[in-house]
């Protein structure tokens, strides 16, 4: 059974930081990427970051510079160090890992950053 547990969000001030994590369990092939989305109230789920198993990483612009994304191959876990956070950035934020043949998402975590 797949399970993708996340941990790490919770509310901080602003120009606070958190670190997300995500480990995935019982997915039997090799994970291809590995990444974050997010989802605020009214508005689309929309991609953060994502990484390659090669290292490859993409950042949604407005976090460029703010948000760091790496992960760990022999743990299956990827992470989000986020850093200069600020009250945009509050959302429900998803893991998402992808294999060659499936797509799964963790629960999400709320992240809540307070003016």
């Known amino acids: 059974q797949v399970q993708l547990v996340e941990s790490g969000g919770g509310l901080v001030q602003a120009g606070g930081s958190l670190r997300l994590s995500c480990a995935a369990s019982?997915?039997?092939?090799?994970?291809?990427?590995m990444g974050w989305y997010r989802q605020a109230p009214g508005k689309q789920r929309e991609l953060v970051a994502d990484?390659?198993?090669?290292?490859?990483?993409n950042y949604l612009d407005s976090v460029k510079g703010r948000f760091t994304i790496s992960r760990d191959n022999a743990e299956n876990t990827v992470y989000l160090q986020m850093d200069s956070l600020n009250p945009e950035d509050t959302a429900v934020y998803y893991c998402?890992?992808?294999?060659?043949?499936?797509?799964?998402w963790g629960q999400g975590t709320q992240v809540t950053v307070s003016s």
């Open positions: 998402r890992v992808r294999t060659i043949w499936s797509t799964y």
């Open positions: 019982g997915i039997g092939v090799r994970i291809n990427a």
């Open positions: 990484i390659t198993s090669g290292g490859s990483t």
